[in-house]
């Protein structure tokens, strides 16, 4: 008889342990990721906040305006050393999405130099579309888009744009930084065109090759790439 309720005690007792065991592994699989997710969600602004400025930190006024001038002077050296009109940065980056979630990736020009008597033109080129630009892209990271007359230039659209700007002749030089293009600079000649060998004439040089103006003029494109 004593047996028997030790037996039962005992089935009682596994049972319950069972149960606490079972207790156990939902605390751990499903109560404590749970707690952990709804305090994520509810602390998630100040997380997200705070891995953004981790990753991208801020920078204060004094040295955003510091970083301004320092790109606005390599500028000043390409609109100087060319005898442009206009010089200027198309910067890229990722716009809004399609309903296929993928990103839309457009540019800005963000800065832009001109000589004396030429209007800007920056605040009427803000999230273009580089969809629109595919021709022009190909060739700047090929480094060949150049042109001593617009009126040569293929694609209709952007010989269209070209020319309502006012450009005679233009070129663009791709910004590299990290393996990576992040951004174009366009240099316009807007009062007269230019040749080749009048610009190869300003530095001195003999050709546009890597060895020669084109290799300096991408080697102060690099320089920009830090600051932006």
């Given amino acids: 008889m004593n047996k028997s309720k030790e037996t039962e005690f005992e089935k009682e007792l596994n049972g319950w342990a ?3 065991l079972v207790i156990n592994k939902l605390q751990m699989r499903v109560f404590i990721p749970l707690f952990f997710l709804v305090n994520i969600w509810i602390f998630r602004a100040p997380l997200i906040t705070m891995l953004d400025n981790a990753i991208n930190p801020r920078i204060g006024m004094e040295d955003d305006v510091a970083k301004n001038i320092l790109v606005d002077n390599l500028l000043d050296w390409y609109l100087d050393m060319t005898g442009a009109d206009r010089v200027y940065l198309m910067i890229f980056h990722n716009g ?7 990103h839309i990736n457009k540019m800005d020009m963000k800065y832009e130099r001109t000589s004396k008597g030429i209007a800007r033109i920056a605040h009427k080129h803000q999230d273009v579309q580089t969809s629109l630009y595919t021709d022009v892209l190909h060739l700047t990271f090929q480094d060949k888009f150049r ?3 617009v009126e040569d230039i293929e694609d209709l659209m952007v010989r269209e744009a070209y020319i309502n700007n006012g450009v005679k002749s233009t070129i663009c030089i791709p910004i590299r930084y990290g393996g990576e293009v992040i951004a174009i600079i366009g240099i316009d000649w807007i009062k007269k065109s230019v040749d080749a060998y009048t610009i190869l004439h300003n530095f001195g040089m003999e050709t546009w090759d890597s060895d020669g103006l084109y290799g300096v003029l991408m080697s102060r494109a690099s320089k920009i790439g830090k600051y932006l």
Avoid: G, I, P, V
């Avoid at 809004?96 to 993928?102: E, F, G, I, L």
């Fill in 18 to 20: 069972k149960t606490l």
């Fill in 147 to 149: 042109y001593e007359r």
């Fill in 96 to 102: 809004n999405r399609y309903y296929t979630n993928a």
